[in-house]
């Protein structure tokens, strides 16, 4: 018997468990009725989360087909993750964490500069690991979607300003993702250190696919 922590819970056997370096991207395949547990090892982590189907990657997450179908901006546990064609394609199976965003997007070269000036513009961003793991499988730039950011605190205020505050997510707390049809998952562990989504220090995540 494991006496993992991050394991409890989990549903099925293991079949894949890795660490995500800090600022690093990763890629899987999950199949249909296999779960995604994300460990949001120390805490305050976000991550960037972008959702192709396997059989046809032209279906992709949709924020807006995500939120509309639910009628809520948040991502909280039973949120049916939905594709551009309205389909299920994950369900957030449990969360430890409140809620999770999906309209503060991926951070990029581009809005780095913008931001926070030109002297960010060689740091490596969200939107760069995104692309280098999808070039792994003949998607440009033109696949990158709006995203989730799993942990990352972006609350809407009542006259529908946006922040990105000091998360909520602490160490070890977790995300379970179960797969509604056969997809293709790209990360970028957010490399940002310009505003609080990673308490201005990037970490590693930890990624366990069980079924
Ligand atoms: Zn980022």
């Known amino acids: ?15 894949h468990d890795q ?21 949001d090892l120390e805490g305050n982590q976000a991550v960037d989360f ?18 509309a179908a639910q009628g809520n901006l948040f991502l909280r546990t039973g949120t049916v ?3 551009n064609e309205g389909r299920p394609m994950m369900t957030i199976a449990a ?11 991926a951070c990029s ?12 513009k060689a740091q490596h961003a969200c939107v760069e690991n995104f692309l280098e ?15 989730i950011n799993f942990f990352m605190n972006v609350p809407v205020e009542p006259d529908g300003s946006l922040g990105i505050v000091d998360g909520i997510s602490a160490p070890g707390l977790t995300v379970d993702l179960r797969a509604e049809m056969d997809v293709i998952v790209v990360v970028s562990n957010c490399p ?8 201005f220090n990037p970490t590693p995540v930890r990624m366990i696919v069980a079924g």
């Open 192 to 199: 940002q250190i310009n505003n609080p989504c990673n308490a």
């Open 50 to 67: 972008l959702l192709y189907s396997a059989a046809d990657d032209a279906e992709r997450y949709s924020a807006q087909d995500t939120v």
């Open 109 to 120: 070269c581009e809005s780095n500069t913008l931001r926070y000036g030109h002297h960010t």
């Open 95 to 105: 969360s430890a964490v409140e809620y999770h965003d999906t309209i503060g997007g």
């Open 1 to 15: 018997m494991s006496a993992d922590p991050h394991l409890a819970g989990l549903p099925g056997t293991p079949r």
């Open 81 to 83: 993750l939905r594709s």
């Open 19 to 39: 660490i995500v370096a800090a600022r690093a991207p990763w890629l899987h395949h999950i199949k249909a009725g296999e779960t995604l547990r994300i460990v």
């Open 133 to 147: 793991a999808n070039l792994t499988e003949g998607r440009g730039k033109r696949d990158i979607v709006s995203n």
